[in-house]
């Protein structure tokens, strides 16, 4: 498995923007597809965005289309969510999750936007958003 260690939550106002960082530990963190996921209170745990273990293929929610950006940098082991035009509705856990199966032929082989595909999970970061 990997082992996963979120940071860059805090609390911020409405329009700002923000960038979640996530390190990425162990034998097969390199060759992990990686994703993100928030839960709000009372709700359940959804799918952000993931982004395949060369960095080629990203996928999103349709919720954030257009303002969440998936990176990631293998030299250094880490996944970036950089968000922007915060509104109340972002308010959130973030959680970064990892697959750390060999990797399949294709990015698009398996559904990443399923919480099932994921085998390693962080503790996640706060990120609450005032208007």
């Known amino acids: 498995q990997v082992q996963l260690v979120e940071s860059g939550g805090g609390l911020v106002q409405a329009g700002d923007s923000l960038r979640l960082s996530c390190a990425a530990s162990?034998?097969?963190?390199?060759?992990?597809?990686l994703g993100w996921f928030r839960q709000a209170p009372g709700k359940e745990r959804e799918f952000v965005g993931a982004?395949?273990?060369?960095?080629?293929?990203?996928k999103y929610a349709d919720s954030v289309k257009g303002r969440f950006t998936i990176s990631r940098d293998n030299a250094k082991n880490t996944v970036n969510l950089q968000i922007n035009s915060l509104r109340p509705e972002d308010t959130a856990v973030y959680y970064c999750?990892?697959?750390?199966?060999?990797?399949?032929?294709?990015?698009?082989?398996?559904?990443?936007?399923?919480?099932?595909?994921?085998?390693?999970w962080g503790q996640g970061t706060q990120v609450t958003v005032s208007s």
């Open positions: 999750a990892a697959d750390s199966r060999p990797p399949s032929l294709s990015f698009w082989s398996r559904d990443y936007g399923a919480l099932r595909e994921y085998d390693s």
């Open positions: 162990g034998r097969t963190a390199s060759t992990s597809v």
């Open positions: 982004i395949s273990w060369r960095g080629g293929s990203t």
